[in-house]
């Protein structure tokens, strides 16, 4: 198994207060043969001198987005296998070898996992995100979830190429594309634990938000966009808010609601303005 290159791909932008953890822990896996590649998208902080600091292949590009940056990253990459992780994320020994494991069987193209834990768990606004999606306070993705996804934490290259990549937008579901281009999900790998960490501020909270407003899910078309702004209106936030509050016992969630959905409507709108000024 350790005879197989698997390149490690991290976009990145102005990510200073994180990287150093991921990298750090990223490098500590039990699966050695790797190539680490970090594609920095445009930082205008320290990230790249912090990652200096590390065994990565570090190449730049103007600020394009993850999608683009993974491309980039892929592009140059010598594996057989790609990971893809983000900079904000912290792992397991055997995060890797636990992702690989059933591709170098032959038994998929591609997986991911189910093991995201929560990084933040304890801060307050972490806890209102989670609530807001209804899912448990210790972890990123519900355990009913199914054993197939859309989003490919590991692919084998030659399928990723064959496919020219992720769609390069720029938007919240470039990650989705190549499940669409090629046909089929990705598989679950059982293990595989990694630790991702939710908005931990409001203005976390907002900017968040406002990347999630993209998705072709919320302003994807003239149905979606009308429909959503209904469901991110002020009266509707205030409703779900108040009664999320009163079954969790936690009126910050009504403050959350009000900036999450807030960021959610502008977006939104903005999509239309989008639209207007192309036609």
Known sequence: MSSILV????????????????????????????????????????????AKKYKAK?????????????????SIAKGKILVFVDSDMTFERDFVKDLVLPIV?????????????????????SVCWNINRNWPKDCLIPPNYPDQAPVFR????KEFDKV???????????????SRKL???????????????????LPEV?????WIGKNEFVSGNFYRQARSLVLYSFPVSFLIGFTKSITNFDFHFLIFKFIY???????VVKSFTREAKSK
């Not at 490098?27 to 790249?48: P, R």
């Not at 020219?164 to 190549?178: K, M």
């Open 105 to 125: 069987k032959g038994k998929s193209i591609g997986t991911f996992s189910k093991n995201e834990m929560n990084a933040n768990k304890d801060n307050i606004w």
């Open 206 to 210: 907002y900017k968040q938000a406002r």
């Open 261 to 267: 959905d807030f960021a959610i409507w502008i977006s």
């Open 154 to 157: 590991a692919i084998l290259k």
């Open 7 to 50: 390149s490690i791909i991290i976009p990145s932008y102005n990510e200073q207060d994180v990287i150093g953890a991921c990298l750090n822990s990223i490098s500590a896996q039990s699966y050695k043969n790797t190539e680490i590649i970090l594609v920095d998208d445009g930082s205008q902080d320290k990230t790249i001198e912090i």
């Open 164 to 178: 020219g990549g992720f769609d390069a937008t720029g938007e919240y579901t470039d990650d989705w594309s190549l």
């Open 58 to 74: 570090i190449v730049k590009q103007g600020h394009k987005g993850p999608g683009p940056a993974r491309n980039l990253g892929a």
């Open 183 to 201: 046909g089929v999900k990705s598989t679950l790998a059982r293990g595989s634990v990694y630790y991702h960490a939710n908005p931990s501020s």
